[in-house]
């Protein structure tokens, strides 16, 4: 059974840029959530997505956004790329009625200069 | 709100040691706790969990957990340390049913041969 995907491995922008993230979960998990994880911050929920919908919302200002679809795929967005944005960007996923056992993907190492 | 705490940030062992890895969390209703480890240049894994039940759980590659309601704990143990458990471990918790992993900063591990 294939794991979380992510893509890209990683990224490199500058400040002020929009960077676009890419997550696939396991087959038959709908929900999908972000987490990033920065360095001397450990790691910090970002949203949750399930049945296209955003259900959390960690404490990140509207910047970062994003959304799933039909196949239960994800990307988060993040605009105005500000320097502490930078950080390893990971997504996991679990099925719909096991919230609580998430699995994890590689991450996304996104550095903005 | 839920908060976790680790309470090394490195360890370093020698191979065949005992490994003892302090968690303790706030938060006063029923919560759903995790052990995760990162191996070098590998993304997150389960190690162990607990729901419910007895609250000594056994996870992969020899590692346990005991939950301790009254001291709000949930220590990560293993008798003999290989060299190959060179990794970070991070304790998490969530709120039954809840949907947000709430994770320690983290306690490295190198364990030397």
């Known amino acids: 059974e294939a794991g979380v995907t992510q893509s890209p491995t990683h990224l490199i922008k500058t400040r002020g840029q929009q960077v676009t993230l890419r997550c696939s979960p396991i087959?038959?998990?709908?929900?999908v959530y972000w987490y990033q994880q920065a360095l001397g911050l450990g790691l910090q929920f970002l949203l949750w997505?399930?049945?296209?919908?955003?259900?959390n919302r960690g404490n990140f200002p509207p910047r970062f956004s994003g959304r799933q679809f039909p196949n239960y795929s994800s990307e988060l967005n993040v605009n105005a790329l500000e320097l502490e944005d930078s950080a390893l960007y990971l997504c996991?996923?679990?099925?719909?009625?096991?919230?609580?056992?998430?699995?994890f993907g590689p991450g996304t190492r996104l550095t903005v200069l | 709100a839920q908060s976790v705490s680790q309470h090394n940030h490195h360890v370093i062992l020698s191979e065949a040691a005992s490994l003892e890895l302090g968690c303790n969390y706030s938060?006063?209703?029923?919560?759903?706790l995790f052990w995760y480890v990162q191996y070098p240049g590998q993304h997150l894994q389960l190690l162990l969990k607990?729901?419910?039940?007895?609250?000594l759980v056994k996870g992969i590659k020899g590692f346990e957990a005991e939950f301790i309601k009254s001291k709000f704990s949930f220590n990560l143990r293993k008798p003999s340390v290989q060299w190959s458990d060179t990794a970070e471990y991070f304790c998490?918790?969530?709120?039954?049913?809840?949907?947000?992993?709430?994770f320690g900063a983290g306690t490295i591990l190198r364990v030397k041969s």
């Open positions: 996991a996923s679990s099925l719909a009625d096991r919230v609580h056992e998430q699995f």
């Open positions: 087959s038959g998990h709908t929900s």
């Open positions: 997505y399930d049945e296209g919908e955003e259900r």
């Open positions: 938060y006063g209703g029923t919560v759903n």
């Open positions: 607990y729901f419910s039940g007895d609250p």
């Open positions: 998490a918790v969530n709120a039954q049913y809840g949907n947000k992993l709430v």
